[in-house]
């Protein structure tokens, strides 16, 4: 899986369902990446649900922890 500036928008568009998110398959992180992932986390929580990503990529924390947004998601 990748999420990145050339799939963003087609991303924004299908947001997950409330719950587990899986990132184990997610094989490259940047900035749209983490846009993308807080965008769907603002959609749940304004629906009154909540994601949780898991086996979220060290890269992935490491970049969400440089940007100071690691406390926007729930990565584990």
């Known amino acids: ?3 990145s500036f050339d799939n963003a ?3 924004l ?3 997950p ?4 998110v899986d990132l184990s398959a997610l094989v490259d992180a940047d900035s749209a ?3 993308v992932l807080i965008a769907w986390s ?3 929580r304004a629906r009154g649900d909540a994601l949780h990503y898991r086996n979220a990529p060290q890269g992935l924390r490491n970049l ?6 690691d406390g926007l998601l ?3």
């Open 13 to 15: 568009r299908n947001p």
């Open 74 to 76: 729930e990565l584990h």
């Open 42 to 44: 603002a959609r749940a």
């Open 64 to 69: 969400a922890r440089l940007c100071d947004v």
């Open 9 to 11: 928008a087609a991303a």
């Open 17 to 20: 369902a409330a719950g587990d």
């Open 1 to 3: 899986m990748r999420i």
């Open 33 to 35: 990446t983490l846009a």
